[in-house]
């Protein structure tokens, strides 16, 4: 595969609360903006890259552009009493313990970890517990593996947010992939694993492939598709053009095709502006060169993507790329839920309406698709009761 030659090569660079004054595109932003960015990613982290910056978010359209409400904290994702507090602090610049024992409180009035996350579900083998893994429906289990629990850039609505922010026993990842495989050896139902994070595609070239080449042993002909859950076409589609080991992952899926294994890219797409660049596109073709499938999903978000031309815009850039539609689902109830909630009854319009505009091709997608305790819960109507 050849690399463009005649551009820059974009160097992976992250970019978070500290550089907030660093940042020539934040420095657009007015100082009131700027005390509000500073106040609320006290609470909610914000993780953005030069792509992000420069590619994707539309800076005469701030605060109200899509990918920036994606991206950056906002106020009023807070409660607005601990708002003003954390804001008074940040003007006083009291950066110390109080502000840390503030911002832990509010964390735990977060409810992290919805659905039992973390307690449920977690398969055992001789007796001990696979961390890191999750087996819920039969057929595919959830693998999470340590060194991908963190992403090219944070989502504001992120259900995951509690790995973000470094509350140690809010942690939830496996350390290796031995114990997931012997668990494998003794589930012959088991046709899917699902490597998920955070985001996989953070992982280097070989991380990835100490994950998933001890999934091709022979000795697990049960299992037919390695999925991964990720975000990073959109958010850093550099991964596949220029990254130092760029070649290397997609030499890694080929062998994944190569020994009979569908690799499915389970891809998180929020809005139709993350499809519209040039490298997302390059980065979905060298994808599929390599035979594995693009499969994308995305909850409906308030501010972000909560109208029906969105939703059909990116299903039509999704299917001219090459992807499939896959899940659309309704936000989790964590983190600034009550930001970014839209109600069912509005989502299914949405959806049905979007769904009204597509071809064919693009109805493979499920959803409304709503997580709880017991699975996912498909929203296929309203009714009326008395
Ligand atoms: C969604 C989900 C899966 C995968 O379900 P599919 O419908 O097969 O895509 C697996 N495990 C858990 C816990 C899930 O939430
Ligand atoms: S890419 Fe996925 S895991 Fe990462 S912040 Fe966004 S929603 Fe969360």
């Known amino acids: 595969m050849e690399r463009p030659t005649n551009v820059v090569r974009p160097r992976f660079r992250a970019y978070g609360r500290r550089h907030i004054d660093r940042v020539p595109e934040l420095r657009r932003l007015s100082e009131d903006q700027r005390i509000a960015l500073k106040a609320a990613s006290t609470v909610l982290p914000f993780r953005v890259n030069d792509y992000i910056l420069r590619e994707l978010i539309d800076w005469d359209d701030i605060p109200n552009d899509p990918i920036y409400q994606l991206t950056f904290p906002q106020a009023g994702m807070l409660d607005l009493g601990d708002f003003l507090r954390l804001e008074d602090m940040v003007v006083r610049g009291e950066e110390g313990d109080r502000l840390r024992r503030r911002v832990h409180d509010i964390h735990l009035r977060m409810n992290p970890n919805p659905a039992g996350q973390k307690i449920l579900n977690v398969p055992k083998v001789d007796d001990e517990r696979v961390l890191g893994c999750q087996h819920k429906y039969r057929e595919t289990v959830l693998f999470f593996p340590v060194q991908g629990q963190t992403c090219h850039a944070y989502c504001t609505y992120c259900f995951r947010w509690p790995q973000f922010v470094g509350v140690k026993d809010l942690r939830f990842a496996a350390r290796g992939v031995e114990q997931l495989v012997r668990y494998l050896r003794e589930h012959d139902e088991v046709t899917d694993v699902l490597i998920t994070g955070g985001d996989p595609m953070v992982m280097s070239a070989s991380h990835l492939r100490r994950t998933i080449e001890p999934l091709?042993?022979?000795?697990?002909?049960?299992?037919?598709?390695?999925?991964?859950?990720?975000?990073?076409?959109?958010?850093?589609?550099?991964?596949?053009?220029?990254?130092?080991?760029?070649?290397?992952?997609?030499?890694l899926f080929d062998e994944v095709r190569?020994?009979?294994?569908?690799?499915?890219?389970?891809?998180?797409?929020?809005?139709?502006?993350?499809?519209?660049?040039?490298?997302?596109?390059?980065?979905?073709?060298?994808?599929?060169?390599?035979?594995?499938?693009?499969?994308?999903?995305?909850?409906?978000?308030?501010?972000v993507n909560d109208r029906a031309e969105v939703w059909s815009e990116m299903w039509r850039r999704q299917l001219a790329l090459g992807a499939v539609p896959y899940y659309l689902f309704v936000g989790r109830d964590t983190g600034p839920k009550q930001y970014f909630r839209v109600p069912l009854a509005r989502t299914l319009r949405i959806v049905s309406a979007a769904i009204s505009e597509v071809s064919g091709l693009a109805r493979t997608v499920r959803g409304p698709s709503m997580s709880a305790t017991p699975g996912k819960v498909l929203v296929d109507g309203v009714t009326t009761i008395d």
């Open 216 to 251: 091709l042993d022979p000795s697990l002909a049960h299992l037919r598709t390695i999925r991964i859950g990720t975000k990073v076409l959109a958010y850093w589609p550099y991964r596949f053009l220029t990254d130092r080991d760029a070649e290397d992952v997609l030499r």
């Open 258 to 303: 190569a020994r009979n294994r569908q690799l499915a890219f389970m891809a998180h797409f929020s809005h139709p502006r993350e499809l519209g660049t040039k490298a997302a596109a390059e980065a979905m073709r060298r994808v599929l060169g390599t035979g594995a499938v693009i499969r994308t999903q995305a909850p409906v978000i308030r501010h």
